[in-house]
C-alpha cells in the first residue's frame, strides 16, 4: 500500500476531523530542475502520521497506515498539520536545509525543522523519483515533536537531495 494523495476526514469519539489539507500538491525548487534555468518539480504526499501515533497494545485504533500498521488519532499532531502545508512549501520554494537522519525502524530519511506553538517539530520525509525525470515526490512520513540539536548536524540544501534522487534514479535517502 502506498501514501494516499488524499485523506478523508477522520471521526474520532463522535467529532469529524477534516483531513482535506492534506491532499497531494505540486511545488517547485526555483532554478534546480535538470535542464539548466528550469524549476525542479516536487509533487508531496503525506503519510497518515502526521495527525496519528502508533498504536499502543490493547488500545483502540483510528487507521491503517501504508505499512499495514495500526495507528491512534493525535490531537497535537492533527493541530500541526494544519500549518505544515505552508511549511512545506515554503522549505521547497525556498530550497531549504535538511538533514539525513535515522528513523525508530532504523531507515535513513531526511528532516527539516519546523517552529510551531514555540516548539521544535521534526518534519520527515524522503524522495522519490517520478517517471518524467525532471520531478520527484516528497513523501512526508511523519512530523512529531523532537530537540535536535542544531549545531551537530551536517545539513544540505533540499535541493541537493532532489536532485541525487532525479540523477541515481533511486528513493533518497536510500531505503
Known amino acids: 500500500m502506498s501514501i494516499p494523495i488524499e485523506h478523508f476526514p477522520i471521526a474520532v469519539d463522535e ?3 477534516d483531513l482535506a489539507h492534506l491532499s497531494a500538491f505540486s511545488a517547485a ?3 534546480k530542475g535538470v535542464e539548466h534555468g528550469t524549476d525542479l518539480g516536487v509533487v508531496v ?3 497518515n ?6 498504536t499502543k497494545h490493547g488500545e483502540l485504533h483510528h487507521v491503517v497506515d501504508h505499512h499495514g500498521t495500526k495507528r491512534t ?4 499532531r492533527y493541530e500541526m498539520s494544519k500549518t505544515l502545508v505552508g511549511a512545506i512549501k515554503e522549505s521547497i520554494s525556498g530550497n531549504s536545509l535538511t538533514h539525513v537522519s ?5 531507515l535513513d530519511n531526511l528532516v527539516f525543522v519546523e517552529t510551531a506553538d514555540g516548539r521544535k517539530w521534526a518534519v520527515v520525509y524522503c524522495l522519490v ?3 518524467d525525470g525532471c520531478s520527484v515526490r516528497m513523501e512526508v512520513l511523519s512530523c512529531h515533536p523532537k530537540v535536535v540539536d542544531q549545531k551537530s548536524i551536517s545539513r544540505r540544501n ?3 537531495f532532489a536532485r541525487m534522487c532525479l540523477y541515481h534514479k533511486v528513493r533518497t535517502p536510500k531505503a
Open 102 to 106: 535515522k528513523s525508530y525502524g532504523g
Open 158 to 160: 533540499l535541493s541537493y
Open 15 to 17: 467529532v469529524v476531523y
Open 29 to 31: 525548487i526555483p532554478g
Open 49 to 54: 502520521h502526521v495527525y496519528t501515533e502508533r
Open 45 to 47: 504526499v503525506f503519510s
Open 129 to 131: 523519483p517520478l517517471e
Open 73 to 76: 488519532f493525535d490531537a497535537d
